[in-house]
């Protein structure tokens, strides 16, 4: 005999059609059978159809559940260089001014790019929030005046050749052998508009205490520095300078009744 059920309604669609709404005490299992009872799944699964005629399935979700107003983060972009930045070192002049401006045009007269954290990114909601994070090693070493030899230079975030985030910073040789730093850049962009970008790093000298002398790096190490006889470096590596550039895109979620 095949029936089906109705509540609340004269005229059910399946087996059990209930207009109206449904409390559930205890658990609810799928897949069972006559001889076999079904499967009520496990904490923090959620129910997955498998399509029309098929019993859905327990899985676990792959991704958080967000609330509404909350930021999901949708990608994350992430670049390795050791090739870094060797063209503003000894003999190359600070260039002018001493500070740039946020939505500047790149000038490849002042700045100079690392090429391989080059990064290609598309923004698909109006409502977001994008992250940069910017890490590189710095090296400078003066042989001839040794202590008090110092360079200040500013690295920036370019998007379509826009300056959309800078920081200053400097280093400051403390002997005749080289020295290293750390420097960071971090900053955050609400709402870019919809649309594909390239996203890029670029860096500065703003001053130098010896031009002719102050060999200076970014994103690479010194191999060897003068005057004559030249030395070799040996207190660091390409792979400890290298650059590291991060970018996580993040969305607003919004539902809808």
């Known amino acids: 005999m095949y029936s089906q059920v109705g509540i609340n309604t004269t005229t059910p669609k399946s087996t059990l059609d209930v207009n109206g709404d449904l409390a559930l ?6 897949g069972g059978t006559d001889a076999v009872n079904g499967n009520p799944g496990s904490v923090d699964q959620v129910l997955v159809s498998k399509g029309a005629g098929q019993p859905p399935v327990w899985k676990y979700a792959n991704i958080p559940f967000m609330e509404n107003s909350q930021y999901k983060l ?3 972009y992430l670049k390795a260089d050791q090739t870094g930045i060797t063209t503003l070192s000894n003999t190359v002049a600070a260039s002018a001014p001493v500070t740039s401006n946020l939505n500047e045009d790149f000038d490849p007269a002042k700045w100079v790019k690392i090429a391989d954290l080059a990064t290609p ?12 994070q910017f890490q590189t090693g710095v090296e400078l070493v003066n042989k001839a005046v040794g202590s008090g030899s110092s360079v200040d230079f500013i690295c920036g975030i370019f998007k379509n050749n826009k300056l959309v985030a800078l920081r200053p910073d400097g280093i400051t040789a403390v002997d005749n052998a080289p ?15 919809k649309g594909t970008y390239t996203v890029e790093v670029a ?24 005057p004559t006889p030249n030395v070799n470096n040996t207190s660091s590596n390409a792979f400890s300078l290298r650059s590291l550039f991060k ?3 993040a969305e ?4 809808t009744n």
């Open 25 to 30: 005490r205890n658990a609810l299992s799928t």
């Open 74 to 76: 949708i990608n994350t």
């Open 121 to 132: 990114v598309e923004i698909k909601s109006s409502q977001n929030k994008v992250t940069y």
């Open 179 to 193: 020295t290293q730093s750390i420097f960071t850049l971090n900053y955050t962009e609400e709402n870019v508009a």
């Open 203 to 226: 860096c500065r000298k703003i001053y130098s205490s010896d031009v002719a002398n102050n060999y200076f790096r970014i994103g690479i190490n010194i191999p060897t520095y003068g």
């Open 247 to 249: 970018i996580d895109i």
């Open 252 to 255: 607003l979620v919004t539902y």
